[in-house]
């Protein structure tokens, strides 16, 4: 088939360019021309902005089989997409997100019969707001739609939430306190991309596919964040050392983090991949946590661990959090060795 991306080089559509190329179709990438990324050298590269009208205007002209989402964050980027691509391919593929599921849970499984509604992050919101337009055009018959969910899907990064990967790659190396939500103990999923890649080029040109919506993610299994991070510091050779503090008090330091932890991390819940094995058939995640995380050490130090400039002011803050949680642990609050517990 003939495959556009729009996008193509970040950490998760790099990995599906690769395979699908491996499987044998013939790959478009439209993107700025910037990101370094290594793709197939049979790839054909439309070198673009996506502000640049006539450029974007031109990719529909290509009458592609599929063609990829992967950089769209506000309605008007998929409303340009139904002009553009309507009556010109054979499925559009939305990139999504997990978050876009109802926060906070009402059960810990996840499938895609669980409505979306996030109250807490503005992006998933723009998100289920994108995704509600193109199943209105995918009904209207303008545009053969397919909506893909990705949580936590990981290539050269390491995982975020109040702070970047790298701010706590700094900060474990650095041996400064690394602030996790709650205990600890709650689980997250986490999704190497090259074992993304796989379920997710199998939906090409499957009518089964069109108008649905699917997550791609690990099977059922998922992961303690205390021990994703105890993973990390192994595989950058530190020993983090981890202050617990509570969710709400987190948000109190800075309401932006009701986004990324009430909005999404902050909850316990595994992923049902079901509904996409379905139709994509079924797939194992090759790459382990543990795995995962080592590839993203090697890539932190070969490209950015020498480059990293500290953000002051963050830095300061968390620094902050750290002292203060743990003056409570002096004070008579609960303790585990070097590490202050704060329950949710």
């Given at each position: 088939m003939k495959v556009l991306y729009v996008g193509g080089t970040g950490e998760i559509s790099t990995a599906c360019v690769w395979r699908s190329t491996e499987v044998g179709h013939e790959v478009h990438v439209f993107n700025r021309g910037r990101a370094g990324e290594p793709l197939p050298p049979e790839v054909r590269r439309i070198t673009g902005d996506l502000d640049d009208a006539a450029a974007y205007a031109a990719l529909g002209e290509g009458c592609y089989d599929v063609v990829c989402q992967f950089v769209a964050y506000d309605l008007a980027r998929v409303e340009r997409d139904a002009r553009v691509f309507g009556g010109r391919c054979g499925q559009y593929i939305f990139i999504s997100t997990a978050s876009a599921y109802r926060k906070p849970p009402r059960q810990y499984v996840i499938t895609e019969a669980v409505p979306l509604g996030n109250p807490f992050w503005l992006y998933s919101q723009a998100k289920a707001d994108m995704e509600a337009y193109l199943v209105r055009q995918h009904a209207s018959g303008r545009l053969p739609v397919t909506i893909v969910r990705p949580s936590h899907t990981h290539r050269t990064r390491f995982p975020g939430g109040i702070a970047g990967g790298d701010d706590w790659a700094w900060r474990m190396l650095s041996g400064r306190p690394v602030i996790l939500h709650g205990d600890g103990t709650s689980l997250w999923t986490l999704t190497y991309s090259t074992d993304f890649a796989v379920p997710f080029v199998?939906?090409?040109?499957?009518?089964?596919?069109?108008?649905?919506?699917?997550?791609?993610?690990?099977?059922?299994?998922?992961?303690?964040?205390?021990?994703?991070?105890?993973?990390?510091?192994?595989?950058?050779?530190?020993?983090?050392?981890?202050?617990?503090?509570?969710?709400?008090?987190?948000?109190?330091?800075?309401?932006?983090?009701?986004?990324?932890?009430?909005?999404?991390?902050?909850?316990?819940?595994?992923?049902?991949?079901?509904?996409?094995?379905?139709?994509?058939?079924?797939?194992?995640?090759?790459?382990?946590?543990?795995?995962?995380?080592?590839?993203?050490?090697?890539?932190?130090?070969?490209?950015?661990?020498?480059?990293?400039?500290?953000?002051?002011?963050?830095?300061a803050l968390l620094d902050r959090i750290a002292a203060e949680q743990e003056a409570l642990g002096r004070n008579g609050g609960p303790t585990d060795g070097n590490v202050v517990i704060h329950r949710l």
């Open positions: 199998n939906l090409f040109g499957k009518p089964a596919a069109r108008g649905e919506a699917f997550h791609i993610t690990r099977h059922l299994e998922a992961h303690m964040w205390n021990d994703i991070m105890a993973a990390m510091g192994r595989a950058l050779g530190a020993q983090p050392r981890i202050v617990h503090v509570p969710t709400e008090t987190l948000v109190q330091y800075n309401s932006a983090w009701a986004g990324p932890l009430l909005g999404d991390k902050a909850w316990p819940v595994i992923f049902d991949n079901s509904k996409v094995m379905s139709v994509a058939g079924r797939f194992e995640c090759e790459v382990s946590m543990e795995d995962g995380l080592r590839r993203a050490a090697e890539q932190y130090f070969k490209h950015r661990a020498a480059a990293y400039k500290p953000d002051a002011a963050r830095h």
